[in-house]
């Protein structure tokens, strides 16, 4: 018998969610989740991964060890104390956080409210009137030199109707959530550009954009390689000098 009857109650008491709670969220009965931590019935391998992919945890974890506190919250960038689980009602100032790991779920799910108000929540002092969400960042291509969003960084968003050009949004899609920068609002698409310099810029029409978040900020804790930058500040002077030097040589031949 695995351990997953017993991590899905430990689970439950974490979080504070009823077993009717934590059903909703994957549409199974209450009675099963019961079954489920009484030993009584095993759930189905797609049951098993699609709740163990939700909380961010190894399936094989979730079967064969009894999780602690930190391993069901993993949440090494910011105080576990910052990240709250809802018990079905938000705090005011409470902001639903939506993980990397659950990009997957809120592309069927953002409509639901149960699966709304049931996601971890990030309290950062006091909350605009706006409806707010908070995504963790995934990817490699808003970065350039060490600078910009990294990998794993949260964005503190606001939901807006109309786009602003050369504004940060989290675009939600029927196939995707996009972070990016749209560069140039037309009639009927948005042109969007990653910060990476060399990104391509990609078309997306107006219809296919069923959310619009306005990044208003953004936490970070990675820091940048001091010796790195400096080697990259030191590369780009030589190259600037390279550059006048040419420049000069090209115009006293010219001058000749």
Not at 142 to 155: K, N, P, R, T
Not at 184 to 213: C, F, G, Q, R
Request: aromatic fraction near 10%; charged fraction near 25%; proline fraction near 2%.
């Amino acid at each position: 018998m695995s351990l997953f009857g017993t991590n899905i109650k430990k689970i439950r008491t974490v979080k504070k969610l009823s077993q009717t709670a934590f059903a909703d969220l994957f549409n199974l009965s209450r009675a099963s989740i019961g079954a489920y931590e009484e030993g009584r019935a095993e759930a189905k391998v797609d049951t098993i991964i699609e709740i163990a992919n939700y909380f961010g945890i190894r399936v094989d974890l979730f079967l064969t060890k009894k999780l602690t506190i930190n391993e069901i919250y993993h949440v090494d960038i910011f105080d576990e104390k910052r990240i709250k689980a809802s018990s079905g009602q938000q705090q005011a100032n409470a902001i639903p956080f939506v993980a990397a790991h659950q990009y997957d779920l809120y592309l069927t799910k953002y409509q639901q409210t149960k699966f709304i108000q049931q996601l971890p929540t990030i309290t950062l002092g006091k909350r605009p009137k706006a409806e707010n969400r908070a995504f963790e960042y995934m990817g490699h291509d808003m970065s350039y030199l060490e600078q910009g969003i990294h990998a794993g960084d949260w964005l503190i968003t606001s939901q807006v109707r109309e786009a602003t050009e050369k504004q940060l949004f989290v675009l939600l899609t029927n196939e995707q959530l996009i972070l990016c920068r749209i560069i140039k609002i037309k009639e009927a698409t948005y042109n969007l550009k990653a910060d990476h310099p060399d990104a391509v810029v990609v078309e997306l029409a107006k219809s296919a954009v069923i959310e619009l978040w306005l990044v208003d900020s953004i936490y970070s804790t990675y820091i940048p390689s001091v010796s790195n930058i400096s080697e990259r500040l030191s590369a780009i002077e030589k190259k600037q000098r390279l550059q006048e030097e040419v420049f000069k040589t090209i115009k006293g031949t010219q001058n000749n």
